[in-house]
């Protein structure tokens, strides 16, 4: 089982700023905390983060034929782009939504997502194991459709 792992923008800043809301943990800890427990569920993650919107929708269009599963932080993006929702449903691979606060506890504007029509489900507000959540739910989804 492959499981991609996307990251939006920002993301690269983790654990260098604003640790009250996002942790002290950097993408690159969570990162090694998800490949310990896939190597313990026996599949294989990929792990990728950008700053740019066309950079993730060609990860998402690349995942045709090569993921089982798709996990997404859209950052930012979550809140704004038609262009991920678009390409996460052209893809047709299933995706889960992950966010590492609780945006609904937040601003407004980070109440909407754009890309929860299109995916599976969302978890949101675990702090890094949000990340452990996405991939635990990702092995299931894929069980279930088995
Ligand atoms: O809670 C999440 O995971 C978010 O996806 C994070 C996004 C935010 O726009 C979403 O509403 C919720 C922001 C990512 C920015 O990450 C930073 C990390 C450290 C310092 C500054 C920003």
């Known amino acids: 089982m492959k499981i991609l792992f996307l990251n939006g923008p920002n993301l690269n800043l983790l654990g260098r700023r604003e640790p009250k809301i996002y942790g002290h943990k950097t993408l690159k800890d969570i990162e090694a905390t998800v490949k310990k427990r896939a190597k313990q569920l026996g599949c294989i993650v990929d792990f990728h983060q950008s700053n740019h919107e066309g950079d993730l929708v060609n990860w998402i269009q690349g995942a045709q034929d090569n993921y089982d599963v798709i996990v997404i932080n859209a950052a930012a993006y979550t809140h704004t782009s038609v262009a991920l929702r678009d390409a996460i449903a052209a893809v047709g ?43 635990e739910a990702a092995v299931n989804v894929i069980e279930c459709i088995k």
Do not use: T
């Open 93 to 135: 691979i299933p995706a889960i939504e992950i966010h590492l606060s609780n945006v609904h506890s937040r601003e407004e504007f980070r109440h909407r997502s754009l890309i929860a029509p299109v995916c599976c489900g969302q978890i949101s507000g675990f702090g890094a194991f949000s990340y452990v959540l996405g991939l």
